[in-house]
């Protein structure tokens, strides 16, 4: 399927609409092998946007194949840190989805302008986000975009994503 000019717009979390869209979206991610192949769980998929609206460093940006947004194409969820050597806001990526059909038609690069225009307006100095080595669509996209592997200095490496759940 093929978009030509998509409705990229910041999702309103009190619009029912963009809330469900949002929801279906990251369900969708989740599926998917590069987001670990299982759906988003009951409670996720019941409290997920009432959380993220409920903190204002969370914002999320929707992709629609046209101004009547009945068709869903992709999602970004980005969430407000702070740099402290930059002394200034970031904003962390930290779900990118559009949905198969569409993948390969900038759909992403467009929800990234919107992302970088709020960043701007936040301050922030920077945009961050994770990415699974053995996704290479998504990591020709970050690169064409302008990101890369976090380092200091080459000689000591590039930094690494490490997590440890609490229970």
């Known amino acids: 399927m093929s978009v030509a000019s998509p409705h990229i717009c910041r999702a309103d979390y009190a619009n029912a609409r963009h809330a469900q869209v949002l929801v279906d979206l990251l369900d969708a991610y989740a599926q998917d092998p590069m987001g670990g192949g299982e759906p988003l769980s009951a409670f996720a998929k019941q409290n997920l946007v009432a959380c993220l609206a409920a903190r204002p460093q969370a914002f999320s940006v929707l992709a629609f194949a046209d101004a009547d947004e009945s068709q869903p194409l992709g999602l970004v969820n980005c969430i407000e840190g702070f740099s402290t050597f ?6 962390n990526v930290h779900d990118v989805a559009v949905l198969p059909a569409y993948r390969g038609q900038r759909v992403a690069e467009r929800m990234f ?3 970088q225009a709020i960043a701007l307006e936040r301050g922030a100095c920077k ?3 994770e990415v699974l080595s053995g996704n290479s669509g998504a990591l020709r996209l970050y690169t064409r975009m302008g ?3 976090y ?3 080459p000689a000591a490496g590039s930094a690494q ?3 440890k759940w609490l229970d």
């Open 161 to 163: 994503l490490m997590q």
């Open 147 to 149: 990101f890369a592997p």
């Open 151 to 153: 380092q200091l200095d």
């Open 113 to 115: 302008e919107l992302v």
């Open 127 to 129: 945009l961050t986000l």
């Open 86 to 91: 930059a002394c200034r806001p970031l904003v």
